[in-house]
């Protein structure tokens, strides 16, 4: 399978003498095309940090990032806000949709700033919405929709560009048990129908169980690894949780 990330000895380190904090202490990570992946960790464990730095929304003090094969060290200005735009999807708790524009207009704004053809994006825009569920939300603006269908919205921005990589930061953080289970839903359709890439940070087990693999961060290195395998989801789940107990239940806030 083609490899879509490859992080590799990520460090990031915070102050300087003898104030040094080690969000991220040689951490390699690498996801192949079509994965679904969760990080996990309690508070402090480096999980933000490294969605971060893959992101691009922050840089490592050292280590090595490549996405869809460019090394992303070593781009800058333009070219990293090009590159973002155009290779990376993301989806964030606050869904930050714009509030003066429709559900529909919010996912087209996502493909007319990367230059798609004009003519394509209605069809694209409606393609997208009918995979999320949302079709008839496409009229409202953000205000009249619940938070689950802003953020099915957030994440049918984020998708239709087809990305070679979607990040998502706690996409389930901000919903009620129904909302979220939807959202999952959703976020799993699109990992198999579509083939979306897919690296989630969450602090939830139920939410991770539907990844394909689970990678838990402790003091900003790599703990354990899970894959789902043969698994169904409720096994799954009981994995995550009884590796939640040995790291202290500091994580175990489970919907």
Known sequence: MEEILAVTDLKKIYGRGGAVTRALDGVSLSLEAGEFVGVMGPSGSGKTTLLNCVSTIDRPTSGSIIIDGRQLTGLKGKELAKFRRERLGFIFQDCNLLDTLTAGENIALALSITGAPAGQIPGRVREMAGLLGIENCLEKYPYEMS?????????????????????????????????????????????????????????????????????????????????????????????????????????????
């Not at 938070?147 to 921005?157: L, M, P, T, V």
């Not at 900003?220 to 169904?232: A, V």
Request: a neutral charge; one cysteine or more.
């Open 147 to 255: 938070g689950g269908q802003q953020q099915r919205c957030a994440a049918a921005r984020a998708m239709v560009t087809h990305p070679a990589l979607v990040l998502a930061d706690e996409p389930t953080g901000a919903l009620d048990s129904k909302a979220a289970r939807l959202l999952l839903n959703c976020l799993e359709t699109l990992n198999r129908d579509l083939g979306a890439t897919i690296l989630m940070v969450t602090h939830d087990a139920f939410t991770a169980s539907c990844c394909g693999r689970v990678v838990f961060l402790r003091d900003g290195q790599i703990f354990l690894e899970l894959k789902r395998g043969g698994d169904d989801r409720r096994a799954f789940f009981q994995k995550i949780i009884r590796v939640v107990t040995e790291m202290g239940g500091e994580m175990a806030d489970v919907l």
